[in-house]
């Protein structure tokens, strides 16, 4: 079952866990694992929406604080909020995410002069009291056609990299990966996008550092692996520029070896200084390159 995160802001806790309950057992019905994290300000909220990219929806409340401090609510909350996700966007490269501002005044003074405002940013209006129901049915709705969530339900075995219980990768390479997979077939900017699948390759063999898996000595004072010697030693080769170094344990399936050598050369090539043209087949056989690292690479870290 496809996991489903969304973002909820709202004061009243009372509500916000009637929420959780109703989306998680329409959830059920559609075939999606539900998990909605809420805050009573705009400030924690946002800070979390930015800081992590599993989220495929947002609920904001009309009312409600916007700094932890705040004592009293007021529709200042609902502009603010508004402003923020148009800025969050910008910043994470996010185009849109899904949202509904669900609220108690729906006839009000104010939310009739931003409702424009939330339809023109692709958000919808409901009332809290009458519209419950629909509005979670509508998040569901948009988030099963948003580009995102298409990705990850195909390529579901290596998203789950990312999940919470074996988050093994920053929330960076999750949206560094949903964006290698949106430009398999696009042909405009095919060398920089090479760059992303090797950033990805050196986060994983930073984790794996990290895990034991590979010696510090393999890494530059930076922090950077040194690929090529990284390489030998998963192998299992000895004569590299680093006596003394043995794998106890080298890789025995030979074409995730293939795999990680191959993503090492081409991207090494094409980022660098590089005339010759590049298609989208070398592209695409990289990026498959990398998904079975990724399997190969959860595999590892999953062992005790």
Not at 25 to 31: K, L
Not at 244 to 258: A, I, M, Q, W
């Amino acid at each position: 079952m496809q996991i489903i995160d969304i973002l909820l802001i709202d004061d009243e806790k009372d509500y916000c866990r009637e929420v959780k309950n109703q989306l998680r057992s329409i959830g059920i019905d559609e075939g999606y694992d539900v998990i909605v994290r809420d805050f009573q300000n705009l400030e924690d909220g946002f800070a979390e929406l930015d800081k992590d990219s599993k989220y495929k929806a947002i609920i904001l409340d009309a009312k409600a604080f916007i700094t932890p401090e705040q004592e009293t609510i007021n529709f200042d909350f609902i502009v603010e909020a508004l402003s923020r996700l148009e800025e969050s966007n910008r910043k994470t490269g996010r185009l849109h995410i899904p949202f509904a501002v669900n609220t108690g005044y729906s006839d009000g003074e104010v939310i009739k002069a931003v409702k424009t405002r939330i339809e023109n940013q692709k958000g919808k209006l409901f009332d809290k009291s009458k519209q419950a129901e629909e509005m979670l049915r509508y998040l569901l709705k948009e988030i099963a056609n948003a580009e995102n969530t298409k990705i990850e339900k195909r390529y579901a075995d290596v998203f789950e990299i990312f999940q919470d219980e074996n988050r093994y990768l920053d929330s960076s390479c999750r949206t560094d990966l949903l964006f290698i997979l949106k430009k398999l077939d696009d042909e405009s900017d095919i060398k920089n996008n090479f760059t992303q699948l090797r950033k990805i390759l050196e986060e994983i063999y930073k984790k794996l550092r990290i895990k034991g898996e590979i010696p510090d000595a393999l890494f530059h004072t930076d922090g950077r692996p040194n690929f090529e010697n990284v390489y030998y030693y998963l192998e299992g080769y000895t004569r590299y520029p680093n006596p003394g170094l043995t794998n106890p344990n080298p890789v025995r399936e030979k074409h995730f070896l293939s795999c990680i050598d191959y993503l090492k050369n081409i991207t090494s090539i094409i980022t660098h200084a590089y005339s010759h043209n590049v298609t989208i087949y070398a592209y695409k056989s990289a990026v498959f390159a990398l998904l079975e690292i990724l399997l190969w690479f959860r595999k590892l870290m999953e062992k005790p």
